[in-house]
């Protein structure tokens, strides 16, 4: 005989988990630098860790034609260094790689 | 008298099945009553003792007149309706008979009759008086239904209509929120110079601050958090920030800061104060009286953008 109300139930199990395994959860802060003259600097930060974000830089200086690199922050984690302003072009291609959600994404700057 | 009564009723009930609107019904009512009255009201001053029969017939000729005239109607327009509504208000009580019916014409050569007894008979009955009042009540009504202007039809409403309506009785109860429609935040424009090659002045930065009730401090930490930059404020009160930038990106800074900062996130009124509460921001709304508490500025990874050897040599 099996009482119902005994079962053991956990309400959390799926948000633990997460909605989507495929995105990433917490927000990811695009910001811009200025640098001398007129040159910029696009910053990625808040990408989940479990992405190779070697590979997504790979693919974001052959698709953007800049070049980025990958800086390892000890408070931040590994966060997404590109050049000049790429805040318009990581946007749209984040979330069309499906690796963030539009209301994920926090674009910074003027 | 009973009689009549049961005539009058299955017209009634006629009337009802063929208007289906609760309005017409009222209106139908009225017009039955009007010209009943008053010929009783005639045939009494006529004979004091009453004369039922020449009452009951004269009230069973009227029955059918209307019987004929709704049947006639039924295709005519609302309009038409109230035109002719108008009309017979107009045969009853001034007396000349304007119907568009022959056997209304019919009927109101009698009325007609009876009318001109009564003009010379005039001023004199109470019942006459009655009759006028009775006349009177019934115009009010008509009146009141002719003030929202789709009664009396079965039209479907347009959705406009009905949206309008709701609107107009919501601003006849509150008048309040009529007063605040929407109250628009107008802010003045940040007066953006360029000092030099690198740095930008932001001239009436404590102006703006003031204008947003809120410290310059959070303000200035917010700007140079959000442009990647650093600066401080000088003697002038006005606002350095190290970089080149236009009016136009500082406005849009500004909107997102009063936007996270400044409007209520629940009625997004401007009239909220900044508490800090044990390390945090809290937004207390003075219109609505709510409270939620907001991010906190943080700059986020910065990148280096000097020459590292500067920095170097500033550090060793």
Redesign the interface.
């Known amino acids: 005989m099996s009482i119902q109300n005994l079962n053991t139930f956990d309400p959390f199990a799926d948000a633990s988990k997460g909605a989507d395994d495929d995105v990433q959860d917490g927000l990811v802060?695009i910001?811009?630098?200025?640098?001398?003259g007129?040159k910029t600097?696009t910053?990625v930060?808040g990408l989940s860790s479990e992405y190779d974000l070697k590979k997504i830089v790979r693919a974001c200086k052959k698709e953007f034609a800049c070049n980025g690199t990958v800086?390892e922050?000890p408070e931040?984690g590994e966060?997404l260094?590109l050049q000049g302003d790429q805040r318009e072009n990581i946007c749209q291609w984040l979330t069309k790689a499906g690796l963030a959600k539009p209301d994920q994404l926090k674009v910074?700057?003027? | 008298m009973a009689e009549d009564e049961a005539i009058f009723d299955p017209t009634l009930k006629k009337k009802k099945k063929k208007k289906k609107t609760t309005f017409d019904i009222d209106a139908a009512l009225a017009e039955g009553d009007a010209p009943e009255s008053t010929t009783n009201g005639l045939e009494d001053n006529e004979a004091p003792p009453a004369q039922e029969d020449a009452d009951d017939n004269a009230d069973i000729d009227l029955d059918f007149t209307k019987q004929k005239k709704k049947k006639k109607k039924k295709p005519f327009s609302t309009d038409d309706l109230e035109a002719a509504l108008t009309d017979i208000k107009d045969e009853t009580g001034a007396g000349e008979g304007g119907g568009q019916d022959d056997e209304a014409i019919d009927d109101n050569f009698d009325l007609d009759f009876n009318k001109l007894k009564k003009k010379r008979k005039n001023k004199k009955n109470l019942d006459e008086i009655m009759a006028e009042v009775d006349d009177k009540t019934d115009d009010k009504e008509n009146v009141d239904d002719n003030a929202i202007t789709w009664t009396g039809s079965d039209r479907d409403y347009t959705y406009e209509e009905l949206l309008n309506r709701a609107f107009e009785i919501m601003r006849d109860k509150n008048p309040d929120m009529a007063a605040g429609k929407k109250q628009k935040f107008v802010m003045r424009p940040p007066q953006v110079v360029k000092v030099g090659a690198k740095k930008t002045s932001f001239a009436n930065f404590t102006e703006i601050c003031k204008m947003l009730h809120r410290q310059p401090k959070h303000l200035l930490d917010f700007l140079l958090?959000?442009?990647?930059?650093s600066g401080s404020v000088d003697g002038n009160n006005h606002l350095i920030i190290k970089?080149?930038?236009q009016q136009k990106?500082?406005e849009?800074?500004l909107r997102r800061y009063i936007k996270e900062y400044v409007t209520c996130h629940t009625c997004k009124s401007p009239d909220t104060i900044l508490q800090k509460d044990t390390r945090l921001f809290f937004l207390q709304c003075e219109t609505c009286g709510s409270r939620c508490s907001v991010a906190s500025i943080k700059s986020?990874?910065?990148?280096v953008?000097s020459k590292r050897a500067a920095i170097r040599a500033k550090t060793a």
Do not use: S
Request: glycine share 12%; net charge positive; proline share 0%.
């Open positions: 802060h910001r811009i630098q200025q640098r001398n007129r600097l910053t930060q800086i922050h931040y966060v260094q910074h700057g003027f | 958090a959000e442009l990647g930059t970089g080149r930038f990106q500082l849009n800074v986020g990874f910065q990148a953008t």
